[in-house]
């Protein structure tokens, strides 16, 4: 179970919007409690005060960008989706798919506080004048699942989902869908196929979900974490939003950062955005055993390998994306000194090359014969021009080349690994036939 490691005693609701109502036991945050901590507040505030448009203007100035990885300004998104007089009601979706691995943030935040995530997709459903809602929810999370059944049955009983909300005259609902585990499928694209029952191949772009999504209609695509910010960013305002990542960051809010790999403490934090991979890891009770921190993963197994010597930066999406990885998730992922690159890098291509929909070259065929060199560079069979060969792959997957993000998310470890740890993939190849890496990963592990 994904943990949060700060205690309720410091978690506040100025400071930590996300989780100062969470239970030290991780049980879930049910309506009776979220209603007297201000629950609900902001979708009455929304319905009495806000239009569709001032209330998409009022998130777009918070500069709320989104959690799911890419980092696109939610208010911008919705500000471009198609609504108006005459014009057909759509969907907001809200993407839960998380299979990014090394990433376990929106499952803690729907197992202990799914009102929160209700309340986003309301609000987000009046900005967009949507008129049903969808959570696609990863498979395997069956006590989010469970969370999730509980809280939409409970806010609909009381009135905030369903036809006329709160006596407003709107009509809004939530559905649950939950996935059979794709990692496609947290591609938005694929994601409205798979909603729609077909399968998850990703959408050409344009048109974009905002014109023509869900079953031809205006869709909204935003991750948990997104969408569980705005019910703050209504309550107490743009700046407040603005002004809670000080100047660690340009951009506002707070994140929920995390740690995994042989640290004392893996776990979760709420924090300022822009806190340093320093303190993070700090927080996360340093290197386990005695080891040495090598590398490590800002955001997930689609970002790029640093080195310990970037811990030192902004956790935030322009600062990371300056090294060439992207921030993605903002979970780390470490590695030890005594752990192979080699053998860490074809886990994760391993990873990538199952998950491929196989619907571009580079990605369908690329993959398959990247896993199969480094295979051999991490039995020590490698040949002369096997790194040459695997950068060239990591090129042809790179952005502009393939259907959809897959890939060059798939490039980005393969191509960072090499950077870095060249003499490491030299290894598999002049090294004596073999004999064995440090600290291997089994093949399929992933
Ligand atoms: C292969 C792939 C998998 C993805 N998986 C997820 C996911 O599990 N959750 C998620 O929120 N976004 C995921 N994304 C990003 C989504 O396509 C989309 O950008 C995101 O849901 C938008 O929400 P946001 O703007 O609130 O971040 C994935 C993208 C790709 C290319
Ligand atoms: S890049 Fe990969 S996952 Fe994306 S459309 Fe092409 S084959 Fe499918």
Redesign the pocket.
Known sequence: MSRILQSAGERRAETHPLTWRLHDDQSPVLLEEYLDTQGYAAVTKALEQHTYESLTEEVKSANLR?????G?S?GF?WSLTMKGEGVPRGYIVC?A????PGTFKDRLLMEQQPHLLIEGMILAGIANRAKQGYIFLRGEYHLAAAAIQRALADARADGWLGADVRGSGWDFDIALHTGAGR??C???TALINSLEGKRANPRAKPPFPGQSGAWGLPTV????E?LCNVPGIVNHGADWFQALSGDLSSDGGTKLYGVSGKVNNPGLWELPMGTTGNRILELAGGMRDGLTLKSWLPGGG?TGFLLPEHLELALDFDTIGKTGSRMGTGLLTVVADNQSMVSLTRNLEEFFSRESCGWCTPCRDGLPWSVKLLRALEAGEGEAGDIELLEQMARDLGPGKTF???AP?AAMPLASAIHYFRDEFERGITRPKGEAHADPIPVGSV
Do not use: L, P, Q, W
């Open positions: 989104g959690r799911g990885g890419a696109f939610a998104k993407n798919d998380e299979m990014e990692y496609i947290g591609e938005e695509v935003n991750n948990v997104t689609s959809c993000a897959h998310g």
